[in-house]
């Protein structure tokens, strides 16, 4: 089954000095951080913030391969948690087939952003996963904050792009 979630922001980690997207249930309080690389949180950040850039961004490249190829996103997946990595599925449609295609799920999250497409999470992932959280329905910015300040090296794992 699929939990459906949205992305509640971008932090950094105070450990590794690396970026956290949060994906937040849309319907709970379920919080999941997915750690990813400089680039992929830039990416994502830009299109958070609504900024243009003067060339197309590789995302922004896609998007436009995708709507001239008349293929939709219809959701993205976070389908897989192994060995400490994340793995995501970019579900297209085209003439009404459905094609999956393996991505990281910034990548994945980057595309979903850009062409307005759900974000989904396995709940097998969200179980696994030893640093998704159940929080309270209004998790603050700073109780975020606390809370992944708060776990040790072995709550994170060591979670790849």
């Known amino acids: 089954m699929e939990v459906e ?6 932090m950094m980690d105070p450990v590794t000095n690396m970026p956290i997207v949060i994906l937040k249930d849309v319907g ?19 299109e958070i913030e609504k900024v ?15 709507l001239g190829l008349e293929a939709g996103v219809k959701k993205i997946v976070v389908n897989e948690l192994k060995d400490d990595t994340f793995y995501a599925l970019i579900w297209l449609e085209k003439n009404g087939d459905m094609i999956s295609i393996d991505s990281r799920p910034s990548d994945a999250l980057a595309l ?9 999470v396995d709940e097998s992932v969200l179980k696994s996963s030893k640093a998704a959280t159940a929080g309270a329905d209004k998790v603050s910015n700073e109780q975020l904050r606390q809370w992944l300040e708060g776990l ?10």
């Open 112 to 120: 979903a952003l850009r062409l307005d497409c759900p974000i989904f």
């Open 52 to 66: 243009a850039t003067p060339r197309p961004m590789t995302h922004d490249l896609i998007k436009t391969l995708l």
């Open 5 to 10: 979630m949205k992305i509640r922001g971008l």
């Open 152 to 161: 040790n090296d072995e709550d994170l794992g060591r979670y790849k792009m």
């Open 28 to 46: 709970g309080a379920t919080i999941l951080p997915i750690w990813v690389g400089i680039y992929e949180a830039n990416a994502i950040a830009l």
